[in-house]
């Protein structure tokens, strides 16, 4: 895997070429744009990744993840089974590291530790289900299809939280953030959206009026249309199951630093459901905190060496490289 310490610190990118991000590495390839595109002409001959000017896709799926091994691969594979879509391959994936973090935690059994910390409450038992798909189920998490069809979504394009997490007492989902922002939908498809509300605001008996203070048109024009539906189902599944609910957007320390505010604004918070913003440092400190566990130290590097891609500066022909997590 390829980090601050492997990776140069800038590339140069001209209007037709970009260079190798591997420092050393004096090859140039053919500049992409738009829509990357793994194709021959893009690729470094000799550390085999495609190369656009922000960010670069290893040749497998492998070579970007922490957890391989057959248990790991075995249940990589039945996730893609549920999940919408699988994008791992890439440097800056969202994806990924959210498999390499939550499956270090769940392998060695820190998830409770983790959660009774954010919720300040204590939690003995905890299940972890990877974009919708419940191991113990052994397919997508069924409360989720039932809350889903529910609310009137289509299962095949469905809410799909990243991470969602059963314990006795609390019921957690988790939408992680790397690059990108809660700025759901894009401009260009608010009024669509608004128009084609589904059962959002009518399903569970009019449970949208429990739970929000805004109006639906107000929340969708405010671009937190994600972060509306998973607040709608997970508050619906938790009451369900008898749990609490939090519902956690997991970002970067420097980014959305207003979320908690600017979203607790449209919603009816009460002692048994919450919205919270945590960061990635946050669990690497818990991370670090913790007592020894296997494969720790490769946890800590991990952090401390990610990176999310290249800023492109076009005046002066360069990328900087950008890490991921702030922690040095």
């Known amino acids: ?137 052994s397919h997508s998490y069924s409360e989720l299809d039932k809350a889903r069809i529910l609310f009137g979504e289509e299962i095949c394009k469905s809410s799909e939280p990243d991470i969602i997490i059963e314990t006795d007492r609390v019921l957690f989902f988790i939408e992680a953030k790397l690059t990108a922002n809660n700025e759901t939908p894009s401009k260009k498809d608010i009024d669509k959206i608004i128009e084609n509300p589904k059962k959002y605001t009518t399903g569970g008996e009019n449970w949208f009026d429990s739970v929000f203070t805004s109006d639906y048109k107000t929340i969708i024009r405010k671009q937190k249309y994600e972060l509306l539906r998973f607040w709608l189902l997970g508050t619906w599944i938790a009451k369900q199951r008898g749990l609490d609910f939090y519902l956690i957007n997991l970002v970067l320390s420097d980014r959305e630093k207003n979320i908690e505010p600017i979203f607790r604004k449209h919603i009816n918070e009460t002692q048994n459901r919450k919205f919270l913003r945590i960061t990635w440092e946050d669990i690497c400190k818990h991370i670090m905190d913790s007592t020894l566990h296997r494969d720790k130290d490769s946890m800590i590097r991990y952090f401390k060496n990610k990176t999310i891609g290249y800023e492109v500066n076009e005046k002066l022909h360069i990328g900087k490289l950008q890490r991921a997590f702030s922690i040095l």
């Open 1 to 137: 895997m390829l980090g601050m310490e492997e990776l140069k610190e800038i590339i140069e990118i001209t209007e037709t070429t970009v260079e190798c991000p591997v420092k050393d590495c004096s090859e140039k390839v053919e500049r992409q744009r738009e829509v990357f595109k793994r194709e021959e002409r893009f690729k470094c001959p000799k550390h085999n990744i495609y190369i656009s000017p922000t960010t670069f896709e290893y040749s497998s799926e492998a070579e970007n993840l922490l957890w391989t091994d057959a248990g790991d691969k075995d249940l990589l594979d039945k996730i893609k089974l549920v999940k919408r879509e699988c994008r791992m391959i890439r440097d800056n994936s969202e994806d990924a590291v959210t498999w390499n973090v939550f499956r270090f935690l769940e392998k060695n059994a820190l998830v409770n530790n983790v959660l009774s910390s954010i919720a300040k409450i204590s939690l003995t038992s905890s299940s972890v289900i990877y974009w919708s798909y419940s191991q113990e189920e």
